[in-house]
């Protein structure tokens, strides 16, 4: 969920990396993306590192303020696991969820990779608060 945060307030938390004997655990659940997510005047921009990932299996949808960013990561299947010395890349499916905090024009969304960073732009819903709305009496 995205919350606004306060620099003075946050704390780095460090990366946890699973044991080796913990990996076939790892590998039969859905992944989470990392995402950051903040705006400008205009937009409320969503970025998140996606190397390795085709343009074709990115599935991105909105549904009642909730953008979700589903894919996969296809393993090369000609490297056989005794061939590794490590292996702590995510390979498989992916998803992220984001609710968002504020209204969007969802005919606008765009979506763009560049050097492995997704970037989703969704301008915003900019309502003219100098309008004064009149209440009849239908009495």
Sequence with gaps: MFKKKNKKNHQEKEAEVLPVEHEEEMFDEEGQLSVDVYQDKNSIIIKS?????EPDDIDISFHND?????????HDKTIG????FYKECYWGSFSRSIILPLEVQVE???????????????????HNDGKKISVEDNN
């Design 81 to 84: 696991e005794d061939d590794y």
């Design 49 to 53: 590192t996606i190397a390795g990932v």
């Design 66 to 74: 909730m953008l979700t960013i589903r894919g996969e990561r296809k």
């Design 108 to 126: 606008k969304i765009k979506a763009t990779i560049k050097n492995g960073i997704l970037t989703i732009v969704l301008p915003k819903v900019h």
